[in-house]
């Protein structure tokens, strides 16, 4: 299965996991009520909560909001639905796909590396504060819950408001022991800075990281925002392991950067500990994209982000020498 189109990049697919009631479809819809132009795979449109007059079109496989985005049911089977998104003219600026409450969302990333039309940028689980130990625990259940998150690069550790502080410490010390790689983050109704989930992260060769974050993430103040800002040109392979050694508590890195070896910009995006660098083709370049721009990274965090010194030092060590 290819798309028609060999020549379009290839489409951002982040997907969303967790046990059922972990909050998937209320991620979901805060996704969709901030995006635009992108293509979602649900099982089922009577869960998206859309007010009917933002609704453009529907029919028995897909609904087209006023927005751009296109929701494809999963009615006649995954492969027909992303068969759908893939033909779609013009294709979508992101695919997002929840995966069934007990399906592993691992084996929908998978295809990710099998169909050229598409590019993976994450993986992102959903955990119930409120059942995640029991269901742990169960026997019946154990299995299928560890299955779903062990791969994610990020977990959105959700409901904090049904439990107390115990129960916090006791899930995130579950959660470390089982995937101490994993970024892990609270947050309750699954209300998180939007630009941390990659499908509104995808950012236009020709725009500043700056211009691209939501300003109303600062109203979350269980995160922090950094940016690292240099001329010159950054090493592949420094910034490369700036990347690798980030602390666990920066969870999104997003940004333009002139390497060293490239005579055009390379879009940096991370989430977890998943990364892309890649120079962006000589057609999305702006005209005023020169070396007067500088390199800008955005990162996002936790609110126990390392100081604004240990991060600069952290990329300025990327920073090509001049002398």
């Known amino acids: 299965m290819a798309r028609h189109n060999t020549t379009d990049a290839p489409i951002p697919l982040t997907i969303i996991g967790g046990f059922l009631g972990a909050g998937k479809t209320t991620l979901l819809n805060r996704l969709l009520a901030e995006g635009e132009n992108f293509a979602v795979i649900v099982n089922d449109f009577g869960s998206i909560n859309v007010d009917a007059a933002l609704i453009r079109h529907q029919d028995a496989a897909t609904l087209q909001l006023e927005n751009g985005c296109v929701c494809c049911t999963l009615a006649d089977g995954f492969m027909s639905a992303l068969e759908r998104v893939l033909e779609m003219e013009p294709p979508p600026s992101a695919l997002i796909v929840e995966v069934s409450g007990v399906g592993n969302p691992w084996k929908v990333a998978e295809f990710a590396f099998i169909e050229p039309g598409l590019r993976l940028s994450a993986v992102v689980g959903l955990v119930d504060y409120s059942n995640f130990l029991d269901q742990l625990n169960d026997k019946y259940l154990s299995d299928t819950v560890s299955s779903q998150l062990e791969r994610c690069d990020i977990l959105l550790l959700n409901k904090t408001d049904l439990v107390d502080e115990t129960k916090r410490q006791d899930v995130h010390r579950v959660v470390k022991e089982l995937w101490p790689e994993t970024r892990a983050v609270n947050c309750r109704h699954a209300s998180i800075p939007p630009e941390l989930i990659p499908v509104l992260g995808e950012l236009p060769a ?59 910009p390379s879009i940096v995006q991370m989430v977890g500990r998943r990364y892309s660098i890649e120079m962006v083709s000589e057609s999305d370049v702006n005209a005023d994209a020169t070396m007067d721009t500088g390199n800008v990274l955005v990162l996002i965090g936790t609110r126990d982000l390392p100081d604004e010194e240990t991060l600069t030092g952290h990329f300025q060590a990327a920073v090509q020498s001049t002398g």
């Open 206 to 264: 020709h725009k500043s990281p700056q211009s691209t974050l939501n300003s109303r993430s600062i109203l979350y103040d269980q995160f922090s925002r950094w940016t690292f800002r240099s001329g010159g040109r950054l090493e592949r392979t420094s910034l490369e392991n700036a990347l690798d050694t980030l602390p666990s508590s920066v969870l999104r890195v997003k940004g333009l950067c002139w390497l060293a070896t490239e005579q055009r």
